[in-house]
């Protein structure tokens, strides 16, 4: 740790006003071309460093004495907590080393095994040569098979001798590991109880502070020729800086939340401007903090996801309509219950998807129709995002039949694709209902994680801890969203840092993400101890089987549902139509792993045929007032092309194929098909062509064909 910045008030007013640190801007990208400034917007960027001079003075005077005892014994415990962390990763690496010794033996086996195999195999080849050139590459081959099974055997006595040696450290190194962890837990608690010597709660506790430093915070990520270039454009511009600049509440919402992406509060203040101009409910309560979420994520315009066919579509998405199409979603009761006590900084992880609103109403229209229970799970771990599980089927091999008329996420969900687009569509359809989601990598592998009420969870990948989210530990992300959840409690970490960027130090995001200098510390610290007192739980990762598989190796429990008289209720018309609700099944009589009853949005229940798993046949029992050919119409919601649906009345020899139409998830009617009913009691059985996909089916009718 460099100490010679901590505290370094000498050193505040030597940092160059340009040369802040732009925490909120995201790193390793090429830098925008600077637009020149005119006369007006030299003076302006003058003006705004004349502030930031001035604030990083009050700052520095205004911050607590500090006991260098105190300060000293804090480094001291930090400096052992590092230590005891590296011991501790030793140890478990050693741990890790032993037991690998089996998995290694049983791959060497294997080894060997399959050598065995092969040296067989060309043996006999040697034996059934014909000729002496054939004889020559068969001996060539033995002798080949031969070296590779000697130096299996040899690599498998090896790993024997190390299980046997695993067998006797392995209880040793087991104790070794529980003492580290025991010394880390110790060093950790030292260095908080260090970190509360200190004397910085009362700093810490009181706002006192709070519109300096987030005035010097959004100058500093801003920085001020970023200001004087935006506010040179003209009064009504240069306004919006002065307005944003006055408003202290204001300011102190958007730097808890993250700031303006690429420190842009110009553009910011203009958007959010815009849309309480657009919307008079956008000014307090759940609408206010949406209207400032918004305006941050897109203070840098966000490029908007458009069908290809579709050329004349806006290049970016709209601010002013991304905030009224989720203000009129709110209000018209489509999204998730929990959207409404969301904070901005939830909220910017909602609206900032690259889909255009019309794709996000499509998104939840299609899972009512399609697959309510996905909605309707009390789950959230897999509520809506459940459907990537379901229907988005992993393998590129369909990518090629992507319609340029539809939709990325229309197109996904209808032909699947491998990890990334799986985890697209999942983000996409968490956003559609309102929940905060972001990408989470890992090695070789994209992966999501989303808010529930009880925390982020990741999903389609490995669990916490092998990932990574905006290119730093997905761990000290876990850790931010935790301490975010006690968000009065928060405010004393974002003081901390607040106060470490006035004193020049750089943003340290967690304590995988690097060596924090001192403020910096002080703030993850902070934070740490509010995990603590909350006794946050980090929620396993779910559907870790399924990031690169199609099917979970997870038995699914299929529950069994209660479904009424009126639900199976088969009703014949005064024309003689017969209607037939799809749950009216007199095989299956109750869900199954492929056939699963559900309620409907459109009221009662409906039936979805699952695509995962092999076919299953279902049939209905009915009495027909009538003996005589009919017309079959079901009607369905698809969300993928080219599907059929076989029907035999009656034990008929030859089913009737019915091409179902692609939906794209909406309502729509398959076209007749006739078939032959007998007076009184029918039956209908209904079958599956390969390769089969889901389908969902509200009812059948029957129209007699005259």
């Known amino acids: 740790m460099n100490r010679r910045t901590l ?30 400034l005119t006369a007006a917007g030299e003076k302006l960027q003058a003006r705004y460093s004349e502030m930031l001079t001035a604030l990083q003075a009050e700052i520095a005077k205004a911050l607590p004495a500090m006991d260098e005892q105190k300060k000293s014994a804090y480094l001291k415990t930090r400096e052992a907590e590092l230590a005891a962390a590296a011991e501790l990763a030793k140890r478990q690496k050693a741990l890790d080393t032993c037991r690998g010794a089996a998995g290694l033996l049983e791959h060497r086996k294997n080894w060997v095994s399959k050598a065995t195999a092969a040296v067989a195999a060309a043996e006999e080849k040697v034996k059934q040569a014909a000729t002496d050139d054939a004889r020559k590459a068969a001996q ?23 299980v046997e040696k695993a067998k006797t450290e392995e209880p040793q190194l087991a104790e070794d590991l529980k003492v580290a962890q025991a010394a880390l837990a110790k060093a950790q608690a030292n260095t908080l109880h260090a970190v509360n010597d200190l004397n910085l709660n009362a700093f810490l506790s009181s706002d006192k502070m709070d519109a300096p430093l987030v005035k010097f915070v959004v100058l500093s990520q801003a920085t001020p020729r970023g200001l004087a270039e935006f506010a040179q454009q003209g009064a009504e511009q240069a306004a919006l800086v002065d307005k944003l600049l006055a408003d202290d509440v204001l300011m102190v919402q958007m730097v808890s939340a993250d700031g303006a992406k690429a420190g842009k509060y110009g553009q910011a203040m203009q958007i959010y401007t815009g849309i309480q101009k657009a919307s008079p409910k956008a000014g307090e309560g759940l609408f206010q903090r949406l209207a400032l979420a918004v305006s941050l994520a897109h203070a840098t315009p966000i490029a908007q996801s458009n069908p290809k066919a579709q050329t004349d579509a806006p290049a970016t998405v709209d601010p002013v309509k991304r905030y009224l199409h989720f203000e009129k979603a709110y209000l018209d009761g489509e999204l998730d219950p929990g959207f409404k006590d969301l904070t901005v900084w939830e909220y910017r992880n909602v609206v900032n998807g690259d889909e255009p609103a019309e794709a996000l109403a499509w998104g939840r229209e299609m899972l009512r129709n399609y697959r309510p229970d996905h909605i309707q799970t009390s789950d959230y771990r897999w509520r809506y995002v459940e459907a990537v599980r379901t229907e988005v089927r992993y393998g590129s091999q369909d990518v090629k039949n992507d319609l340029p008329t539809l939709q990325n996420y229309q197109n996904i969900i209808a032909n699947g694709g491998v990890c990334g687009r799986r985890a697209f569509f999942g983000r996409f359809i968490l956003r559609s209902f309102g929940i905060p989601t972001v990408a989470r990598p890992q090695p070789g592998h994209a992966t999501l994680a989303h808010w529930t009420p009880a925390g982020w969870v990741i999903c389609l990948g490995a669990t916490w801890g092998h990932g990574s989210i905006e290119g730093k530990s997905d761990l000290d992300f876990l850790a931010m969203t935790q301490a975010r959840k006690v968000e009065a409690a928060y405010l004393e970490v974002l003081r901390a840092q607040w106060a470490g960027d006035a004193l020049g130090e750089k943003r340290t995001f967690g304590f995988h993400s690097g060596t924090p200098d001192f403020w910096n510390g002080v703030a993850l610290y902070r934070q740490q101890a509010i995990i603590e007192k909350a006794k946050a739980v980090a929620l396993a990762a779910v559907g870790t089987d399924i990031g690169e598989a199609n099917e979970s190796k997870v038995k699914e429990v299929v529950k069994a549902l209660t479904l009424t008289e009126a639900d199976r209720k088969i009703v014949v018309g005064p024309r003689g139509v017969i209607t037939i609700p799809a749950v009216a099944c007199s095989k299956p009589a109750n869900s199954t792993g492929k056939i699963r009853f559900m309620q409907s949005s459109l009221g009662g229940m409906q039936l979805h045929y699952n695509r995962l798993g092999g076919a299953e046949v279902f049939e209905y029992t009915f009495e027909a007032p009538a003996a005589g050919k009919y017309a079959l119409v079901a009607r369905v919601a698809t969300t993928s092309a080219d599907q059929h649906l076989l029907v035999a009345a009656n034990d008929a020899k030859q089913p009737a194929d019915i091409a179902v139409p692609f939906t794209v998830g909406m309502w729509g009617k398959t076209p007749p098909v006739e078939v032959s009913l007998v007076k009184g009691r029918n039956v209908l059985r209904f079958s599956r062509t390969e390769p089969v996909k889901g389908l969902t089916i509200k009812d059948f009718t029957l129209t007699p064909v005259k």
């Open 7 to 36: 505290f370094g008030v000498v050193c505040v007013l030597a940092v160059t006003l340009t040369g802040v640190a732009n925490v909120s801007a995201a790193k390793g990208k090429k830098a925008e071309p600077e637009t020149p």
């Open 140 to 162: 060539a081959t033995l002798e080949k098979e031969q070296k590779n099974k000697a130096t299996g055997e040899d690599e498998l006595k090896k790993s024997l001798e190390a």
